[in-house]
C-alpha cells in the first residue's frame, strides 16, 4: 500500500499532489499498476495485493515484512521526491486506513470511494 495525500485544506503541507490525477500518475510510475486505488476523501491510497497471502507467524516474518513494506514505499516517495512532492512514512505495519464506504470525518465529511480495480494481484 501507499497513502498519498494530497494538497487541500485537510493538510497542513504543500508539498503535495494537487489533485487525484497527479497522485495517480504518480501510482503508475511504479512498474505494477495497483490491485485497487482508494480516494479517502483528501489522499489517494493504492493497494497491491498478493497472489497468496503473506503469513507472518514468526519475529522473522514480522521483520522481513516490515523491511518489505518500507522498501516499497521508500521507492514510490523517490519517485515523489522527484516531482517535488514529500510523502508520509506510512509503511508500520499497524497502518490503519479508511475502508471504502465508510465517511471521512477529516474536515469537512467525504465519501471514501474505490476509484479504480484491476483484475490481477501480484504474483510475489
Known amino acids: 500500500w501507499i497513502d498519498i495525500d494530497i494538497a487541500s485544506d485537510a493538510h497542513k503541507e504543500r508539498d503535495l499532489p494537487q ?7 504518480l501510482i503508475q510510475t511504479f512498474q505494477l499498476p495497483p490491485t485497487i486505488a482508494v480516494h479517502s476523501g483528501h489522499a489517494l491510497h493504492a493497494y497491491w495485493l498478493f497472489k ?3 503469513r507472518i507467524e514468526t519475529d522473522d516474518n ?5 523491511a518489505l513494506a518500507e522498501r516499497f514505499q521508500a521507492t514510490i516517495r523517490v519517485k515523489a ?4 512532492w514529500r ?5 508500520d505495519l499497524a497502518r490503519v486506513l479508511r475502508v471504502p464506504g465508510t465517511i471521512n470525518y477529516k474536515r469537512d465529511p467525504k465519501p471514501v470511494e474505490v476509484i479504480q480495480v484491476t483484475e490481477h494481484a501480484t504474483a510475489i
Open 81 to 84: 521526491t522527484e516531482r517535488g
Open 62 to 66: 514480522r521483520i522481513q515484512a516490515e
Open 87 to 91: 510523502l508520509d512514512n506510512t509503511s
Open 19 to 25: 489533485n487525484t490525477d497527479e497522485a495517480m500518475q
Open 52 to 54: 497468496d497471502p503473506l
